[in-house]
């Protein structure tokens, strides 16, 4: 997803929250959420405050929602699950915020659900995309995104068209990502690819080389990554070290260094699927890609 869309993603999500209407002006709207801009996730939880914010400037240039001017109660949470449920616990008793927006990752989504669900309080999550968070039962959430069962079809599909045959999973060994996971050897098996590796790595991991060796040693015809944005930045830097990039290549070399740039890295579907056709189509020496599933949930 791109800057813009990430952003217009955190928009979406609010208007979808209120309906406007012409009513007098009132005590601003108080939304609350907890945004990871610090740790593991705080690339694209930036993206998402930026998003909430240009949010809230547009919708109170046109005079609100609801006829109320927009106000955003934000903090971070660090990319913690134990922060954020504290957070949510006191944008609603403490700050009285009216509803609330989702976190960033499904993970931590579903660390501060039942919170929302305990005080009946609305929550508009546009960055989880686990299904089974919204599967539980719970009646003031909802979901926004695609699912992550499904964030890899478009490199599974266009694997299988090109007659590949075999392929590595890995994960970081969080919710969101072995959600992928699951779903995206589904589709392999239904498609005829053999999953010759599936494997997951612990959240702050930041050496893969030892991943990336058994990956080397089954030798796949594509590599499926369900990450986020820094390990996805520091796997394509390390598969080039290791000269992993590409297997089997006659030219024996990894792709460009623009390629493994954090500006070319392909982080939703949409996304995964055009990095994955950017490549030269596979000739008769075997080629492994790496599309980056990530998060705009994630």
């Known amino acids: 997803m791109t800057t813009s869309l990430w952003k217009l993603a955190g928009a979406a999500a609010v208007t979808a929250l209120f309906g406007i209407s012409e009513v007098e002006a009132q005590a601003p709207l108080k939304i609350g959420a907890s945004l990871s801009l610090t740790g593991t996730y705080a690339k694209p939880g930036t993206y998402q405050k930026e998003g909430y914010e240009i949010c809230a400037d547009e919708l109170n240039a046109k005079g609100g929602l609801l006829g109320r001017k927009v106000e955003f109660v934000m903090y971070d949470d660090q990319s913690s699950t134990q922060t954020a449920q504290r957070l949510y616990e006191k944008l609603i008793t403490e700050d009285k915020v009216e509803a609330v927006m989702g976190p960033y990752s499904s993970a931590i989504t579903e660390s501060v659900a039942g919170i929302s669900e305990k005080y009946k309080k609305v929550m508009v ?174």
């Not at 266009?158 to 060994?173: H, P, S």
């Not at 590796?197 to 991991?205: D, F, S, V």
């Not at 954090?262 to 996304?271: A, D, E, H, I, V």
């Open 125 to 298: 999550s546009p960055l989880a995309a686990t299904t089974s968070i919204f599967r539980q039962g719970r009646k003031y959430i909802f979901m926004v995104i695609s699912p992550a069962e499904f964030y890899l079809e478009g490199l599974v599909d266009m694997g299988a068209k090109r007659g590949l045959k075999t392929i590595a999973i890995v994960n970081e060994d969080t919710l969101f990502p072995k959600a992928t996971v699951v779903g995206t050897e589904e589709l392999a098996k239904k498609r005829g690819l053999q999953v010759v590796l599936r494997e997951a790595y612990p959240k702050g991991n930041t050496d893969f080389s030892a991943l990336l060796v058994k990956i080397k040693a089954v030798n796949p015809d594509i590599i499926a990554a369900a990450t986020y944005f820094d390990d996805a930045v520091a796997i394509t830097r390390q598969m080039k070290e290791l000269n992993c990039c590409r297997i089997q290549d006659r030219r024996n070399s990894c792709p460009p260094t623009r390629r493994s740039s954090s500006t070319s890295l392909r982080t939703t579907r949409p996304r995964a699927t055009r990095a994955a056709s950017s490549m030269p189509r596979a000739s008769s020496a075997r080629r492994a890609w790496m599309p980056i599933s990530s998060a705009p949930s994630s």
